[in-house]
Structure formats: C-alpha cells, structure tokens
C-alpha cells in the first residue's frame, strides 16, 4: 500500500468509527456566516484549534452535526472505552497542527471547505514519506452543514500526496 494512501485509509477510518463522516453540496457562494455571524471557515478553525486541547471527542461534541453526536454516542457504548480514546489521541496525532482555508462553497444549509496544510510531516512514517506526498502536500475537505442556525463539522478527510 502505497504511504499516501495509508495516510488517507488512516484518516477516514478514525473519522468513520468515530462518527465523523457524511456529505454536503457545493456551489461557488462564498461566506455565508450562521446566527453568531461566524462563516464555515471561522467555525472550522475554531474546531481545528480546539480539536488538539480536547481530551475527548466529547468536547468537540457541540461542533459536531447532530447526526454524527448521535454516532458518537451509539460507538461509545459499543466499543471498549480505551479504543474509542486511543483512536481520538491517534486522530490528533495526525491531524495537521497549521491548516490554509483555500476556499469555501456554500449552497442553502450546507458547506465543503478545501484546506492545505502547509509543511505537514507525516507523525507515523516522517522522513521516510513519499517524496510523491512531500512534492504534492496535503489538502483537505471539510464537509459541513448548518443545523438551527449554526455551522456543524459533518465530515474532515484528509490526503497527503495527492
């Protein structure tokens, strides 16, 4: 298996098992804040920055799409409470520390943010990444819908060498 896929499998797999995963629509609206007048992007962020503080998913909880809490919830009481934090600690392990919103599509209720992450090193494989994944980086999409008025996290993948 080549390493950027493995990076990629690695990440949707624990955004899966931990509920974090749906999809959203696009068009070229750009901005479009919530009831707390914060855009997509400025809710993504703030998720972002607290993702790597939490010491839980639970945290990050009331930034989550409901659909996706209500996963969270179902997986917890099925999985043995040490693999549900393991798999939260490996998520930001390798989740980029500095992510660049590169643009943000809007349409009705729902939102895909495409990210970069600028000089992301590979946390499980570093030096000995791709050269393919070092020369390409690693860009992301965030899939997000807008729930009572406010901006909720529905999906984040991320691929390096793409």
Known sequence: MRVS???AISFIT???AS???????QDNSVGKSNSSGATPS???LNFHEK?????SVEELCPMLAADRVEKIKSDEKTLPAEQTKAMFQFMQQVSPRKVRILGEAVTNDTCT??????????PIFGESSSPVATRKGTIGKVSMVREDGQW???????MSGH
């Open 5 to 7: 896929n493995f990076l």
């Open 14 to 16: 624990i955004f899966t």
């Open 19 to 25: 509920g974090l995963q749906a999809a959203c629509a």
């Open 42 to 44: 400025q809710i993504y």
């Open 51 to 55: 993702l790597f503080g939490a010491s």
């Open 113 to 122: 943010l495409t990210l970069d992450a600028p000089d992301y090193k590979d």
């Open 152 to 158: 909720k996290i529905e999906k984040e993948s991320w």
